[in-house]
């Protein structure tokens, strides 16, 4: 079970720091990942940042790469998406998904069979 929270209205160049807990699964040793994707007002849900639970390793997408930073807390098995200097286009519903194994890649959604609720995301100019 994952538990997505810390979305809320930004302004441009501002800061959100986004938290997914997740439970239910032995996360704290699994090589699976915990992804960040999002899904803007009429496009396809996208790739955002993921992190190994078991290992430091950490992918972003071009467009976050430098602003944002995940990081995670595991001995309470929650990720964070530290998001900085915010831009309109960041605007989106953010979601955050694992699984109980490895994706084929960290950025492919359908190996990612565990998704929390969402949170949005607004960044105003």
């Known amino acids: 079970q994952l538990q997505a929270s810390g979305g809320g209205l930004v302004q441009v160049g501002g800061s959100l720091r986004l938290s997914c807990a997740a439970s239910?699964?032995?996360?704290?040793?699994?090589?699976?990942?915990l992804g960040w994707f999002r899904q803007a007002p009429g496009k396809r849900r996208e790739f955002v940042a993921a992190?190994?639970?078991?290992?430091?390793?950490?992918y972003y997408a071009d467009s976050v790469q430098g602003r944002f930073t995940v990081t995670k807390d595991v001995a309470n098995t929650t990720v964070y998406l530290q998001m900085n200097s915010l831009k309109p286009e960041d605007t989106a519903i953010y979601y955050c998904?694992?699984?109980?194994?490895?994706?084929?890649?960290?950025?492919?959604?359908?190996?990612?069979?565990?998704w929390g609720q969402g949170t949005q995301v607004t960044v105003s100019s």
């Open positions: 239910g699964h032995p996360f704290r040793t699994s090589s699976a990942f």
């Open positions: 992190i190994r639970w078991n290992s430091p390793t950490t």
């Open positions: 998904a694992t699984d109980a194994y490895p994706p084929a890649a960290y950025y492919v959604q359908q190996d990612y069979g565990w």
